[in-house]
Each structure stands twice: as structure tokens, then as C-alpha cells.
């Protein structure tokens, strides 16, 4: 689970970018961490990078399925 310290440096948002689950291969979106809505594997990805293949699920678990956790505001100072 993706921890952090100091509440105020983040926002909540209801933004529908959010809901949307990615195999791997996709291009992310935006940039921030992904977790894996199957296992709860987390990762990083760069705005425009491959969503990563790197790890594998037992057949229960169904496929790798990224879902966009917390994005960078690059636009923030
Ligand atoms: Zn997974």
C-alpha cells in the first residue's frame, strides 16, 4: 500500500481517470504510481511509458490489470 506523510502535499479527487483498470502494455496516461487491481502490486510509471508486465498472477487472480493510484501535477509548484 502507497504511504505518505504529510496529508497536505495531497489532494483527494474525484476524477474518473481513476476507475479505469489497463493491461499491461498500455501507455500511462499520466504519471504516478500504478497498483495492480488483482493483487495490489504497486509500481511507477512516466506518462507515456508501457504499464509494466512484471509479475504474474495465479489463475485465480485473473490478469494484471493496472489502475492509477496517485498521479505527479507537474503543473504544481
Ligand atoms: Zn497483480
Redesign the pocket.
Known amino acids: 500500500m502507497a504511504s505518505y506523510k504529510y496529508r497536505h502535499l495531497l489532494s483527494a479527487s474525484e476524477d474518473l481517470v481513476f476507475d479505469h483498470d489497463h493491461p499491461p502494455g498500455d501507455r500511462a496516461r499520466l504519471s504516478g504510481i500504478y497498483r495492480?487491481?488483482?493483487?495490489?502490486?504497486e509500481s511507477v510509471a512516466k506518462e507515456g511509458d508501457t504499464l509494466p508486465n512484471d509479475?504474474s498472477?495465479a489463475v485465480t487472480?485473473g490478469p494484471?490489470?493496472w489502475r492509477l493510484l496517485v498521479y505527479a501535477d507537474h503543473r504544481a509548484k
Not at 36 to 41: D, K, L, N
Open positions: 495492480c487491481a488483482a493483487c495490489g502490486r509479475h498472477h487472480e494484471v490489470r
